[in-house]
C-alpha cells in the first residue's frame, strides 16, 4: 500500500502549493525594517513618483514592459475585467521598475569589471534600496489585489474584511482574524436590534439564526456572488 506523503515540517501549503519557510540569516536592523515596511503599508505617492521617474528600460531591452493588450480585444471587454486587467498592470509596472534598476545595476558591475574600476558602495546601494521599494510596493499591492479578488468569495456581512485598510502580516488578512469576524458580528447584531425598519429586523433575526446554526462557516459564501 502506498504511503501517505507528510509535508516536512518547514514547509508550508498556499492555494495548494508547497512553498519553503527556511530562512536566511537576520539582516541589518535598518534594512529589515525597510523589507517590512515596504511589503506591508502603502507607499507615499511624493515618495514613489520621483523613484518611478528615476529609471527606464534600456533601448535594447524592449521586452523589459507592462504588454499592451491588443486594441481589439480591449475594446470588446466587460468593464470588470478591463478593471482587473488595469489593476494587475499596476503591479506589473513596479515588478518591471524593479527590473529596471536591476538592469542598471548589472550594467555597472559589467562596465566595472572590464574597466576594472570599483564601484562606489553609496551608489549601489542607493539603487538597491530602490529597488527594495519597488519590489516592496508590487508585494503590497499584490496582497491588496488578493484581498480584493476573494472578496466576492464571502459573504455580504464581512466583505469589509477584505478591505484596503487591512492590515497584512504574515497572513493576508492579519493575525486576528477570529477577533475581526467576532466584532463584525456582532455589530451586527446591535444594528439588528436597534434598526427600525421592522422588515430588517425579521430578515436580520432570520440570519442570525441561520448564523447560529452555522457555526464558524458563517463568513464563507457557498459560492461567489
Known sequence: MRKAHIPKKNHCYANGNRYN???GPKV??????RVN?????????????????????PENCELLCVPRLNSPLWNELPHKAKSVDLGVQEIQKIVVKTGQVLVSLAESAIKAKKEKEL???????GALSDAVAFIGNAGFQTSLKRLDLLKASLTKDYQSLCSASTPVTTHLFGHDLSKKVDDIAKANRIAVK????PDNRANGGNRNRNRQ???????????PG
Not at 564601484?119 to 546601494?125: T, V
Open 119 to 125: 564601484l562606489e558602495p553609496q551608489e549601489l546601494l
Open 28 to 33: 541589518k536592523e535598518a534594512l529589515a525594517k
Open 213 to 223: 446554526g452555522q457555526g464558524s462557516k458563517d463568513f464563507l459564501s457557498s459560492k
Open 37 to 57: 515596511e515596504s511589503f506591508t503599508t502603502k507607499s507615499i505617492e511624493d515618495k514613489m513618483k520621483p523613484l518611478l521617474q528615476k529609471y527606464h528600460t
Open 194 to 197: 436597534i434598526t427600525k425598519n
Open 21 to 23: 519557510l527556511n530562512k
